[in-house]
């Protein structure tokens, strides 16, 4: 029987280091402001500074521009707010607050360098410690559930932490990944509880729907995977009295949605979506969604534009992966559910007017799956161990070159990675220059939407640790690589002495 705890495993030390390693690389970078992560930010400083959820003391203007610094809003009843969901934005009210405490007391850097520190504490303490927690459970679920070799794990994980968007969109005040962390930590509870790993199981059941509810509160698209892990529940005679459980554990995120939803908008079933911004809302005959074109199915998975695998290579090994994980007997049941996540969840953004999702190297609203797609790869690592680790290391390249340079690339552009990789060759890192605030530092405001302009507005809007020592220089990843050096060393060590590198 697989051990649920990681804290009652004789290799618990293997988590700490995976989790160091993922927090420290994580934290390495931070991209900066643009209106979705304004538009979240604001909202925290609203509940913080006013205690309202109305962003009005956050709106900036310019001439010939009402609200330049977010066109991400929603407007009702005279007030403005974000027309994110405000998960993330609630679970950075306590770092933020602290780093707003820290910096007016203790330093006298100006306000806006303020807000982007507390910005980036922010996203460390949440969208940070969540990716590192989300690659995480990925490496138990591998070792503990799968019961694969550790040096295989590891890697895999890797794979999935460097070598896909996850990496990149763990720098970035996103929601993404927290909505990712939190729906798949409640189907690895579910597994659990299938499995009879654990003991007090209407707790855990209980546990799960409160995570999968975090999900949906943090990122709306997150309800289907909910659906996915209730779904898991009743397709098990021996679980379906613990999807009641489940269902209660849902309803605290569920309160604080339609709390949220009635003051800001009227109605506990009100959406943002219904008061956003017209000018950035894609909508044909009055709706958000149509039937799925070819060509955007086509665009999502391969083309240069948003493909897939494109960003994320490594992914192709869902294809053998996804047969060898159904021949599985014994997690077959797993493999549909990954299974059907993955076409459902892919055919629901194609489904969608703004699949492209605005500025982004890739195709971003499918990030809150990946786990599940990952999950489809893992068998093909024994089955095919040189073409995944061939496809793994070039999609950490890639991966890493988008982090370094950053994730704002405009809808506009139709090879990112091309831009991406030119901004490498020429030795441009951190390049995007748009503020959480005072855009009133900005005489010229047009400029920071071109981003032909940006190699020039050097203001570490965005930036990573080693440009303490290497401003706006490529040579700032060094610190980096001697850190995962020294990670590699450290982790041989402890896998050789404790002779833990064989499979269950």
Known sequence: MATPFVGKHPRKKCYYLVFIFFIVTYGYFFQGGGWNQNGRIYLTQAIINHGTFAIDAYKEDAPQMEFVNMGDWAFHNGHYYSNKSPGLSFLAVPPFALAQYVLQRITRIAPDRQVLYGAYFSNLCTTGVLASL??????????????????ESVLLTLFFGLGTLAFPYSTAFYSHLPAACCSFFSFVIAMNIRRGNLQNKRVAALSAGFLAGMGVLIEPSALYLLAAVFLYLLWNKELRHYSVFFVAGCIPPGIAQGFYNAVCFGHPLASSYDYANAAVMVRINGSLFGVPSLKSLWQMLVSPYRGLLVTSPVLLMMVPGAVFFFLQKQWVREATVCAIIAIVFFILIASFHAWYGGSTPGPRYLIPAFPWFFMLTVWAFKKLPRLFKILGCISILINLSITVVGVEIPAEITNPLFVIFKNIAAGRVSINPVPFSHFENYPDIYKLANIENWHVIQNHNSFNLGEILFPHNLASILPLFVFWII??????????????????
């Open 134 to 151: 989300l690659c995480l459970i990925l490496f138990y679920v591998f070792v503990n559930l799968f019961q694969r070799p550790m040096t």
């Open 487 to 504: 990670w590699v060393l450290c982790w041989q060590r402890m896998v050789s002495n404790s002779k833990m590198d064989k499979s269950a």
